[in-house]
């Protein structure tokens, strides 16, 4: 439900729906438990048009399924960004990180996750299997010209 619908519905303004969620989620972030997290998956959102994009990051444990962070961009910077907030020794508690074949999230992953084994998601995999069967197919054709 839109901020400006729940304002109607209680005879408000937008801007107190807006104070409100900003204090909910300000609660939310300050009394949050991450510990124990063992497993996360990291895949970027677009929004608006063009190429804009948010990197978004997952609890993957079994039973425990939860969006942890957002952050603007899909850059290594921003990959980064939530690595330092989670801690060095949150980091090094991660057993698995699922994420797409971007380099900018391998890069980070395999630095400040070291010891988690980053598992490909699936898609990915399939699609670049599939360009590099279309390429074999298109160079066996043109070489038997």
């Known amino acids: 439900m839109s901020w400006d619908r729940v304002a109607r ?55 425990n399924r939860r969006l942890l962070w957002i952050g603007l961009d899909r850059t290594k910077a921003t990959l980064g ?24 999230y391998l890069d980070v992953i395999a630095e400040r996750a070291p ?5 490909l998601d699936r898609f990915h995999v399939m699609k670049h299997l599939g360009e590099a069967i279309d390429a074999t197919r298109r160079d066996e054709t043109s070489s038997d010209g």
């Open 9 to 63: 519905m209680f005879t408000v303004s937008w801007h107190i729906v807006s104070d409100a969620v900003g204090y909910v989620v300000s609660w939310g972030m300050a009394h949050r438990e991450v510990s124990g997290v063992s497993a996360i998956g990291v895949d970027e959102l677009s929004y608006s048009h063009g190429q804009k994009y948010l990197t978004l990051v997952y609890q993957l444990d079994h039973g």
């Open 81 to 104: 960004r939530f690595f330092t907030l989670f801690g060095r020794e949150l980091s090094d508690g991660l057993r698995f990180v699922c994420s797409d074949m971007r380099r900018p």
């Open 115 to 119: 010891k988690a084994l980053n598992i």
